[in-house]
C-alpha cells in the first residue's frame, strides 16, 4: 500500500490543515495519524491553549453546558492537619463538578424602540400588529416541531445527559459480546497475529470508526527453544518436564506446546547443578535468615510466587549471589476449587517495552542494544507437582482440609540440575489504534485499551474478553454517532500487541508519540483481563478518578437486585496502562471481576500467565453478564470523562491519599506529615475556590474552564520519580497491593535496611516522596496564581 495524504479537521482557531500518513500492515514507519502528529499537533496544542477565548468566542459554543443529572452536594471536609485518623476520600465544600447551567441573562438580548403611535392610522396598525403576532406565534410553533421531528446533524454533546448515557449503552448486550468472542477464538491459532490484527481492523472500520490503522513495530522477542527445559534430581538421576512429568518423547507428545510454553522470557539459558534452597517468598527477611545458614554464590533458589513483584525478588536474589531459580505457585496460596498442581505457566522478566532499544521507540534506524536476557539468572517456572518430588512431599493438603505450605526442611540437602534453552529473534508486534475524532476538544484525547493475541506466546483466551468488550463499546457509541452526535473529546481505541512478553506494543507506541501522549491525553481506560473470576467487581483507579468510579458502582448497583460493596484503590495492576500510569502519569480507571478468595490471597500471582486457565472463560460467565456489566461501566466513565466541560477529577482526593500513604508507625516521616498537610491545605482552596466558579453561571469564563482542565489532568504527573526498585510503580500514588496503604518505595527501603543495616536508602526514599508531595503543594499554588492573575486582568 502506499502512503496516502489527508488534512487534519480544521480546529475553531487557527483552520489550519495537518499532513498525516496513514499506517498499514506491511509498513510501520509512516505511523503518525491525522490525530498523532508530534510537530503539527504539538503547535495545535499551544495555539488552543493561548488563543482559547477566541475559538470560545465562535458559534455553538453558548451552548456549552451540562446535564445535572448526578450533581451532589457533599460535606465540607475537615481541614487539614497531623490527626489523620478516619481520613476519607471528599470533595469540595461545593462537591465536585456541578454542572453548568445556563441562565437566562447569559445571552445577550436586543431590544428595539417601540414605533411612535399615530392616531390616524391606528386602526391600521392595530391590524398589522394583530396579523404579525398571529404570524410570530405559528413561526414558532413550526420551528418547535420542526426541530422535535428532525433532529440536528451536527449536535453537540453540551446537550449529553445521563439519559443519553443510558441510551448508548443499553445497545450493547451479553449475546453480541458473546458472539464476537467465539469469533474471536477461532482466529488465535494462526502462525502469527496478522489474522487477528486485520479482523479487529475490518471489524471497527465496519463499524464507523474513523483511521482505524495497524502500527508495526520489529522487536526482539525471547521464544521457547526446540526443546523443553528439564530439571534433573542428581542423587536419582531422575529427569522431570515443568509440569512434574517424567522426561520422556512420550510425556513431550502428550503435552504438546505447554511444555515448551513453561518459561521465563528473557532468561538466561543454559545448565546449572548446584544446592536447592528454599527461599520462600524472597523477601528481605527470608533471604537474611538464610544467608546467616548457608552460602548461596551460584545456588538454585525454589521461590514461591507472590507478595512482592518477581522482578524484584529477582533481583535481590541476584545480589545475593544464586545462580539459578525454579518460581512455582504454593497451592495454599490459591482458592481451594483451583486445581492447578500440574499446570505449566509463563512469567515475562521484560519490565517493558522492546529490549533491545530501552527508553525509545523500536522504528526503523534506531540502534538496536544486544540484550538476548535482562538477568544472569536461569530462570525456570515449575508446577507445585514437580516442587513436592523435588522435595519428597506426597502433598501439599493435609487429610483434614488445611493446607500446609510447600518447604523444604532446613536439614536436607538437595541438588538439581537445570537445563533452560530460549532462543530470542526479532518479530513484529503490531497494534490497531481507531478514532472517534472529538467536537470541541479534538486535541485532549481519552484512551480505551484492550489487547489480542499475540503469535508466539502463550495461547489463552482472556485477550478474547478484552478484545471483544472494547468492540461492544464502540458498537453502541457509532451507533450514536451516526446519528449526529459526537463527544467533546476524541476517544483513542487501541488494541495492543506483544503484551504477554512485557507490554511490548503500548510501551512502542507510548515512546514513538510520547511529546504528545503527555500534552494531550486526559485518561486511561484499561480493559487488559476483565474476566479473572466471577464473585467480585474488583475497581482500580488512581486517586482522582477513585469518587467517580464509586459513583458508578453504586449507580450501577442501585439497577440490579443483589449489590455488592464498593471495592476501590490505587494499587499496581498488570497490563498496558504500565507505561501511561508510570511514565506519563496519567489517570487511571480498570474494571474487572475476580474472586474472593483470590483477592484475599497473596498479591502478584497475576504475573503467572497460565496455558489452559483463559479457557474457563465461558464456565466463569456462561452468559456473558460479567462481561456486559463491565463494558457498561467502563463505557459511562469513558462517556464522563469525554463530555464534562470540566474533567470529573478530584483534587482533594489526591492530597487525602497522600496522607493515608503517611499514616502507621513510620519513624522518620514528620516532615512529610506537615508538608502533606499543606498540600491538602492547597488541595481544598483549589477544589472550592476554583471549581466553584466553574458551577456559578455569573462568574464562568471560558478561558478558565480550559486552564483548569489543563492543571486537573496534568495533577499525577507530580508523584512520578526516577529511580524505583525493580517491578515497583514509579507512581508512588499507587501502593503494591490491597493490604499495604503506605508508600511502596518506602516499604521497600525498610526492607532493604534489614539487609544492608544502612539507612541511606531509606534517606533516599523519603526525598524522593518529599520532593513528590512539595512539587503536587506548589502545582496547586501556581494554578492558584495563575487564576488570579486571569480574574485581574478580566477586571
Not at 510425556?251 to 521465563?264: E, I, V
Request: charged residues 20%; aromatic residues 8%.
Amino acid at each position: 500500500m502506499g502512503k496516502n495524504e489527508a488534512s487534519l479537521p480544521n480546529t475553531s482557531l487557527q483552520g489550519k490543515k495537518m499532513a498525516y500518513q496513514k499506517v498499514n500492515a506491511d509498513q510501520r514507519a509512516p505511523g503518525h495519524s491525522q490525530y498523532l502528529d508530534n510537530d503539527d499537533l504539538q503547535a495545535t496544542a499551544l495555539d488552543l491553549e493561548w488563543d482559547m477565548e477566541k475559538e470560545l468566542e465562535e458559534p455553538g459554543f453558548d451552548q456549552f453546558q451540562l446535564d445535572s443529572a448526578e450533581n451532589q452536594n457533599l460535606e465540607n471536609p475537615e481541614t487539614a492537619d497531623l490527626n489523620l485518623d478516619s481520613i476519607q476520600p471528599a470533595t469540595s465544600p461545593k462537591g465536585r463538578f456541578q454542572r453548568l447551567q445556563e441562565e437566562s441573562d447569559y445571552v445577550t438580548r436586543y431590544t428595539r424602540s417601540a414605533p411612535k403611535s399615530n392616531p390616524c392610522n391606528f386602526c391600521r396598525l392595530l391590524k398589522i400588529l394583530c396579523t404579525a403576532t398571529v404570524l410570530f406565534i405559528l413561526g414558532i410553533l413550526i420551528g418547535y416541531y420542526a426541530h422535535k421531528n428532525c433532529p440536528s446533524n451536527a449536535t453537540t454533546s453540551g446537550t449529553l445527559d445521563l439519559h443519553l448515557y443510558q441510551e448508548i449503552l443499553k445497545t450493547i448486550q451479553a449475546e453480541d459480546i458473546k458472539k464476537s468472542f467465539r469469533n474471536l477464538v477461532q482466529l488465535y491459532k494462526s502462525e502469527d497475529d496478522t489474522e487477528i490484527s486485520k479482523k479487529i481492523k475490518s471489524h471497527w472500520t465496519s463499524l464507523g470508526l474513523e483511521d482505524v490503522q495497524f502500527v508495526n513495530y520489529s522487536v526482539l522477542l525471547n521464544l521457547p527453544g526446540p526443546s523443553a527445559s528439564s530439571v534433573s534430581l542428581s542423587s536419582s538421576g531422575q529427569c522431570f518436564h515443568p509440569n512434574g512429568q517424567p522426561c520422556s518423547e512420550e510425556a513431550r507428545k502428550h503435552s504438546g506446546q505447554d511444555l515448551l510454553y513453561s518459561y521465563a522470557a528473557y532468561s538466561a539459558k543454559g545448565t546449572l547443578e548446584a544446592e536447592l534452597i528454599d527461599v520462600s517468598y524472597g523477601n528481605a527477611d527470608d533471604l537474611k535468615r538464610i544467608q546467616k545458614m548457608k552460602n548461596t554464590t551460584n545456588k538454585i533458589a525454589l521461590l514461591k510466587l507472590g507478595k512482592l513483584p518477581l522482578l524484584y525478588k529477582l533481583s535481590l536474589l541476584e545480589k545475593a549471589g544464586f545462580g539459578g531459580v525454579l518460581l512455582y505457585i504454593d497451592p495454599c496460596d490459591l482458592p481451594k476449587t483451583a486445581n492447578l498442581s500440574y499446570d505449566t505457566f509463563m512469567v515475562s522478566l521484560n519490565p517493558g517495552g522492546d529490549p533491545s532499544t530501552p527508553g525509545y521507540p523500536s522504528v526503523d534506524g534506531s540502534f538496536r542494544q544486544n540484550r538476548s536476557n535482562l538477568t544472569s539468572l536461569l530462570v525456570q517456572p515449575i508446577s507445585a507437582s514437580l516442587v513436592a518430588k523435588l522435595i519428597s512431599s506426597p502433598n501439599s493438603r493435609t487429610k483434614n482440609s488445611i493446607c500446609s505450605p510447600l518447604e523444604l526442611p532446613n536439614n536436607d540437602q538437595r541438588i538439581v540440575s537445570m537445563q533452560i534453552q530460549t532462543v530470542t529473534k526479532f518479530k513484529t508486534v503490531t497494534n490497531v489504534v481507531g478514532y472517534l475524532k472529538g467536537l470541541t476538544s479534538p486535541d485532549r484525547y481519552i484512551i480505551v485499551g484492550s489487547r489480542h493475541h499475540t503469535a508466539y506466546s502463550y495461547y489463552g483466551q482472556e485477550w478474547a474478553s478484552s478484545t471483544a468488550i472494547i468492540t461492544a463499546f464502540i458498537r453502541a457509541l457509532m451507533l450514536r454517532v451516526k446519528r449526529g452526535w459526537r463527544p467533546d473529546r476524541t476517544i483513542v481505541f487501541c488494541s495492543w500487541g506483544g503484551t504477554a512478553f512485557g507490554n511490548i506494543g503500548s510501551y512502542e507506541w507510548g515512546e514513538d508519540f510520547r511529546k504528545v501522549l503527555q500534552r494531550n491525553v486526559v485518561a486511561y481506560i484499561s480493559l487488559h483481563s476483565p474476566i479473572r473470576g466471577n464473585s467480585s467487581l474488583y475497581s482500580v483507579a488512581s486517586p482522582s478518578l477513585q469518587q467517580l468510579v464509586v459513583e458508578k458502582n453504586n449507580f450501577n448497583c442501585s439497577r440490579r437486585a443483589k449489590c455488592q460493596e464498593t471495592n476501590v484503590s490505587s494499587v499496581q495492576i498488570e497490563g498496558d496502562a504500565d507505561y501511561f500510569i508510570n511514565h506519563l502519569g496519567i489517570p487511571t480507571v480498570q474494571f474487572a471481576y475476580e474472586d474472593i478468595t483470590a483477592l484475599e490471597g497473596p498479591s502478584f500471582l497475576s504475573e503467572a500467565l497460565f496455558l489452559k486457565r483463559a479457557t474457563k472463560i465461558e464456565e466463569m460467565d456462561p452468559f456473558f453478564h460479567l462481561h456486559e456489566t463491565i463494558t457498561k461501566l467502563s463505557g459511562e466513565v469513558i462517556l464522563q470523562i469525554a463530555n464534562e466541560p470540566v474533567l470529573p477529577f478530584n483534587a482533594l482526593d489526591i492530597a487525602i491519599e497522600v496522607q493515608n500513604s503517611l499514616k502507621g508507625d513510620q519513624p522518620y516521616t514528620h516532615q512529610l506529615l506537615a508538608l502533606a498537610s499543606r498540600l491538602r491545605e492547597s488541595a481544598e482552596l483549589f477544589q472550592s475556590d476554583e471549581m466553584r466558579p466553574a458551577n456559578d453561571p455569573k462568574e464562568r469564563i471560558p478561558i478558565r474552564v480550559r486552564m483548569l482542565n489543563d492543571i486537573l489532568q496534568d495533577m499525577e504527573k507530580s508523584f512520578l520519580v526516577e529511580q524505583v526498585p525493580p517491578g515497583f510503580y514509579r507512581n508512588i500514588l499507587y501502593h503494591l497491593d490491597g493490604k499495604t496503604s503506605q508508600f511502596s518505595i518506602l516499604l521497600e527501603a525498610w526492607e532493604h535496611c534489614k539487609l544492608l543495616s544502612s539507612n541511606e536508602t531509606i534517606q533516599e526514599a523519603l526525598s524522593e516522596v518529599l520532593n513528590s508531595i512539595n512539587s503536587a503543594q506548589v502545582y496547586f499554588k501556581a494554578g492558584l496564581d495563575v487564576f488570579d492573575s486571569v480574574l485581574v486582568g478580566k477586571n
